[in-house]
């Protein structure tokens, strides 16, 4: 349906608006951010992670809203990230693991209590402010390529992780912002024994876990080859009837800022004023879920908001770019974008599908209530899988996406990466109205329609077997396929 002529005013209104601010992020003001200032109240307003913001959401542009989280915050997302509130730490100092090439080791890091902000110097001064975190790690052969990651339930946490030989010379570092992973890269690192720090450069409340890999030979192909994204859906998660306590909950990544709508336990809504009036949702079932990209190419997709009416009264074309093995890159129709009032900047056309069903007796499954098919910005958020090591560097990052932008742009994830649509986001929901307690099964399917051309078109469903009582929501399982029932199903217990 067209919208009405106001509408369609506002929409324009609100690019112009948002396209304005976007080309003010270079002139924002720095603060000291070791002292924990606010944001100033003058000058362009940008979020922190570098998105202009309009002035009515200045609220968004607090620099303190990694100093609000609480130890309530940490437990609910370790327990929704790795399927436990706590894992043994190991102790610091300690060496970790003596790799030869091929092998791997994984371990559970430290734990940031009270805010701790060193963002705006050097890491060598961080650590005389604040504890660094450090082990021991000796590779005995010299691997093409080393690799070190950190994975933290605190996706507003900033850490950096640093490589150091043992003359004291850092040789690789990477730092998280607005992301739950990170990983460093270092090509042909010599052999020895090394320190792996992990520095707190905007952290409170939040812990974090490791890995490392010393590589052996990467790929290589010997004939020209498409490299191919698979696109594969996190299974479903953090479910719950509360609907988010800011109406503007599409604008920002709201982990911290946007907690549920519940005042001394009555929360009387589970729909956000959005949903409510553009899709008429009733009683909304909430949950975390996203894409991700399993396979061993880039999901690389293209469109220009300019040369088609700039995507508010009608949805434009996208294109996808197929990368080969060769380093060309080849074209082909991929659906459509579309500007997004709610959220504020271009979505990629019906990139998931929700879908509820009751289980029925013999796990009969009856199609009994349906989300909207979901259009998003997608980024590099979080690594597909974590115990696998297929992750390239991630080169679609939210804050410097140009989902705001009007001219040529990019929707995207690299391989191995994963977006997270978490349940405050408008559209993350399945109407339950009409639907009493039991046993249900929450399906959510990527890419639906087939617009990507993928390595396997078979493995886009995911599903979270849930039982409902009330206003409580018990998951039993979760995986992907299309129900605890698929043989070819693949159970989860983390994110």
């Keep these: 349906m067209r919208p009405r002529a106001g509408e369609a005013l506002d929409m324009r209104r609100a690019l112009l608006l948002v396209t304005a601010a976007g080309l003010l992020i270079g002139a924002a003001t720095s603060w000291d951010a070791l002292a924990g200032a606010p944001a100033p109240a003058s000058g362009p ?12 959401y200045a609220s968004l542009a607090d620099v303190t809203r990694v100093a609000r989280r609480t130890a309530a915050d940490d437990k609910a997302d370790t327990l929704s990230h790795w399927g436990a509130t706590t894992q ?9 693991a003596t790799l030869g090439t091929g092998d791997a080791v994984f371990w559970t890091g430290g734990y940031v209590a009270e805010h701790v902000v060193t963002s705006q110097v050097p890491t060598s001064v961080a650590c005389q402010a604040t504890h660094c975190f450090t082990w021991k790690l000796t590779l005995a052969t010299v691997p093409t390529r080393f690799r070190l990651g950190l994975d933290t339930p605190s996706r507003e946490s900033s850490f950096t992780v640093e490589l150091i030989n043992s003359a004291g010379t850092t040789v690789g570092s990477a730092t998280n912002s607005n992301r739950f992973d990170i990983e ?37 192909y010997k004939k020209k080859t498409e490299l191919l994204p698979n696109l594969q859906a996190t299974p479903p998660y953090e479910f719950g009837f509360v609907a988010p306590a800011n109406p503007l909950n599409g604008l920002y990544p709201p982990d911290t800022v946007n907690p549920p709508l519940d005042v001394l336990g009555y929360h009387p809504l589970s729909c956000a004023a959005d949903e409510a009036t553009e899709q008429h949702a009733q009683r909304c079932l909430r949950f975390t879920t996203g894409p991700r990209n399993a396979g061993v190419g880039p999901m690389d997709l293209g469109y220009f908001p300019a040369e088609h009416q700039l995507g508010v009264l009608q949805e434009g074309p996208v294109t996808q770019y197929v990368h080969w093995s060769d380093g060309t890159i ?47 910005s997608p980024a590099d958020q979080l690594f597909a899988d974590w115990f696998t090591f297929a992750q390239e560097q991630g080169q679609y990052i ?16 690299s391989v191995g990466w994963g977006d997270v649509y978490r349940w405050q986001r408008p559209g993350q929901y399945v109407e339950f109205a009409g639907n009493g307690d039991g046993l249900y099964v929450v399906r959510s399917v990527v890419d639906i329609k087939n617009h990507v051309l993928e390595t396997n078109e078979h493995d886009n469903a995911a599903y979270a077997f849930v039982q409902v009582t009330g206003e409580s929501v018990r998951i039993i399982e979760r995986g992907q396929g299309l129900s605890p029932w698929d043989p070819g199903k693949k159970v989860f217990t983390d994110r």
């Design 398 to 413: 939210e804050g410097v996406s140009s989902s705001r932008s009007v001219g040529a742009s990019t929707f995207g994830l």
């Design 45 to 56: 307003l940008v979020a922190a992670d570098g998105h202009g913001l309009m002035p009515q």
């Design 330 to 376: 080849t074209q082909r129709a991929a659906g459509t974008f579309l500007f997004h009032q709610t959220h504020a900047h271009y979505h990629y056309q019906d990139i998931l599908d929700y879908t509820l069903y009751k289980v029925g007796p013999g796990h009969q499954l009856t199609k009994t209530g349906a989300g909207t098919k979901s259009g998003f």
């Design 184 to 220: 460093l890269f270092v090509a042909k690192p010599a052999k020895g024994t090394y320190t792996l720090r992990v520095v707190p450069r905007d952290a409170a409340y939040a812990r974090f876990r490791l890995r490392a890999k010393a590589e052996g030979p990467l790929p290589t």
């Design 88 to 96: 043994q730490e190991t102790p610091e100092g300690r060496l970790v």
